[in-house]
């Protein structure tokens, strides 16, 4: 497609299920970034893949807090037990070159908790 | 560590001009962007300065000083539209990955 898209667009769950959330970047892209944007908070670093491998998983704020990325493409965000304060918006970025390329973003997931 | 401060919030006329400023101390620097957000829509690029000065695209501008750590935005002869949250990011130098303000949320009033 023409940009970066995330599914589901919503997503409401009980406390203690597993969620997974998907991000499909823009064809061609190598670099793929999530971030997640709590409520009144501004958006915070997760993970960044560049390929399949992850050089940079310190934002991520549990060992709940898992991803992947196949096939230099599609990755998924998984987070286990969920928490109500995992309650956010998780939006995904792509970009051709992760330091030298402005980053796209998706519509977002909006993920609440109850 | 990594701060970048915005105002939060702030008001302006349409037809006017604002400028949202952003300061930053970050451990690296790989140039700063200005994102704008609708409310319950993704953050969409507006502009990004790696070098000092000003940069023009259309009714926005944004201006850099990497001595001071300063960054503005300038938006020109405001809309309704604009109404929205202005984001400033500093991109890290070996991953990056963006690292964000807390957001400036414009109103724009008629």
């Known amino acids: 497609g023409a940009g970066v898209s995330q599914s589901p667009s919503n997503k409401v769950t009980e406390k203690g299920k597993d969620v997974e959330l998907r991000c499909d970047p823009i064809s061609g892209h190598t670099a793929l970034y999530w971030y997640r944007q709590s409520l009144g908070q501004g958006l915070e670093f997760l993970i960044y893949?560049?390929?399949?491998?992850?050089?940079?998983k310190s934002g991520l704020p549990s060992d709940r807090f898992s991803a992947e990325r196949t096939g230099g493409s599609v990755s998924t965000l998984t987070i286990q037990r969920t928490q109500q304060e995992d309650s956010a918006v998780y939006l995904c970025a792509s970009s051709s070159s992760g330091t030298e390329k402005t980053q796209y973003f998706g519509p977002g997931t909006r993920l609440l908790v109850l | 560590g990594q701060n970048i401060d915005q105002p939060t919030e702030m008001t302006a006329t349409e037809g006017a001009i604002v400028q949202i400023n952003c300061t930053y101390q970050t451990s690296g620097f790989n140039g700063l962007f200005w994102y704008q957000q609708h409310a319950g829509e993704a953050p969409t690029f507006l502009s990004y300065?790696?070098?000092?000065g000003l940069e023009e695209k259309g009714r926005f501008s944004s201006f850099l000083s990497r001595s001071k750590g300063y960054s503005y935005l300038l938006l020109k002869e405001l809309q309704m539209k604009d109404s929205a949250s202005y984001l400033c990011?500093?991109?890290?130098?070996?991953?990056?990955?963006?690292?964000f303000g807390q957001g400036t949320t414009l109103q724009v009033k008629p």
């Open positions: 893949f560049q390929g399949n491998s992850a050089p940079d």
């Open positions: 990011a500093v991109r890290d130098t070996n991953t990056g990955k963006l690292i």
């Open positions: 300065n790696v070098l000092d």
